[in-house]
């Protein structure tokens, strides 16, 4: 079990670009979270889906950011015309029930 | 000793001490609460979790208390090592059939061996 999958590890853009993280959950695990760290902060809810659908995006900024769980394939996070303060760490975990196993994560840093 | 500054809380203990981690909580409506550890530039790892019918749960090494009167959590971690030191966060459900979870700010643990 290869445990839950992020890539990039680390992601460098330049304001205005778009960043694409992608979260591969834990096999038999349909849901999927999002959360986003400062340095020096705990993480903050983004958005949480299941197979197709979003369930949660009431952490979500309304503009520039947007996610999806196709029905194959990763979870992917889109963040639009990054700006400076985009810069993070960006968290997916994946559950089958109550517990959450999270993946290590991709650093975004916006130059 | 136990400080807090402008940065994360941060608890230093000695090799072989007992460390106890503090987290308070705001939402009566929780019914799940977790710790997790993070070591630096990794996700965060599942410690102990404790349901809100429970005050009390034990894992190896490590005891979780919650005293939902004040609504306070706390993380008991016996004979503290080295390997232990790693930020610890606490978080919360939203209430019963939440799933998404609120982080604390998290608690910096150092060990001197």
């Known amino acids: 079990n290869a445990g839950v999958m992020q890539n990039p590890r680390h992601l460098v853009r330049r304001r205005g670009q778009e960043a694409r993280l992608r979260c591969s959950p834990m096999?038999?695990?349909?849901?999927v979270y999002w959360y986003r760290q400062l340095p020096e902060e705990g993480l903050k809810f983004m958005v949480y889906l299941q197979k197709e659908n979003i369930i949660d995006e009431s952490g979500m900024p309304k503009e520039r950011f947007s996610a999806e769980f196709p029905k194959e394939g990763p979870s992917i996070l889109r963040i639009q015309q990054v700006v400076r303060g985009d810069s993070a760490a960006y968290f997916c975990?994946?559950?089958?029930?109550?517990?959450?196993?999270f993946g290590s994560g991709t650093r975004l840093t916006v130059v | 000793g136990e400080s807090v500054g402008l940065h994360l809380p941060t608890l230093s203990v000695q090799e072989g001490d007992n460390s106890i981690i503090n987290c308070a909580y705001s939402?009566?409506?929780?019914?799940?609460f977790i710790w997790y550890k993070q070591e630096s530039g990794k996700g965060p790892q599942f410690i102990i979790d404790i349901r809100s019918n429970m005050d009390k749960r034990q894992g190896q090494r490590v005891t979780v208390l919650l005293n939902k009167t004040v609504k306070h959590l706390s993380l008991q971690i016996a004979a503290t090592q080295p390997g232990d030191s790693a930020v610890y966060f606490c978080?919360?459900?939203?209430?019963?059939?939440?799933?998404?979870?609120?982080f604390g700010k998290g608690t910096m643990l150092l060990v001197s061996p």
């Open positions: 975990a994946s559950s089958g029930g109550e517990s959450y196993t």
């Open positions: 939402n009566s409506a929780s019914d799940y």
């Open positions: 978080a919360e459900n939203k209430g019963s059939g939440y799933s998404t979870l609120t």
């Open positions: 096999k038999g695990h349909s849901h």
